[in-house]
């Protein structure tokens, strides 16, 4: 979680199993999501709002990690990391994959 310069707003990255096709009918069924962790991997999601929660909006996500990589990872492991603000509070920056990214808002 990352809060802008300027205390206005909010980046978060969640983590969550990624489920396909129907697999979430069948967890939900059985009382396992959203802690179903099946060899679909999890999927890590950029999410930002108002301090208030207000105007919340995913940015994008990062692909499945594989479910060997998943268990040698600790709990709430992101392959995104260092997520910042600019000081301008317009754009949001981390590092994914070895790469630094730069993702400019349009508030």
Not at 17 to 29: F, N
Request: glycine fraction near 12%; aromatic fraction near 8%.
């Amino acid at each position: 979680m990352a809060i802008s310069g300027d205390g206005a707003r909010v980046a978060i990255l969640l983590s969550q199993p990624k489920i396909s096709g129907l697999g979430w009918l069948k967890a939900g069924a059985l009382g396992q999501y959203p802690a179903v962790n099946g060899p679909q991997g999890r999927i890590t999601t950029l999410w930002v709002c108002n301090i208030d929660g207000r105007n919340m909006r995913e940015l994008g996500y990062s692909r499945p990690r594989a479910v060997s990589d998943m268990h040698a990872a600790p709990e709430g492991f992101s392959d995104i990391c260092d997520l910042r603000w600019l000081p301008s509070a317009r754009a949001v920056s981390f590092v994914g994959d070895d790469t630094l990214y730069r993702i400019q808002m349009a508030w």
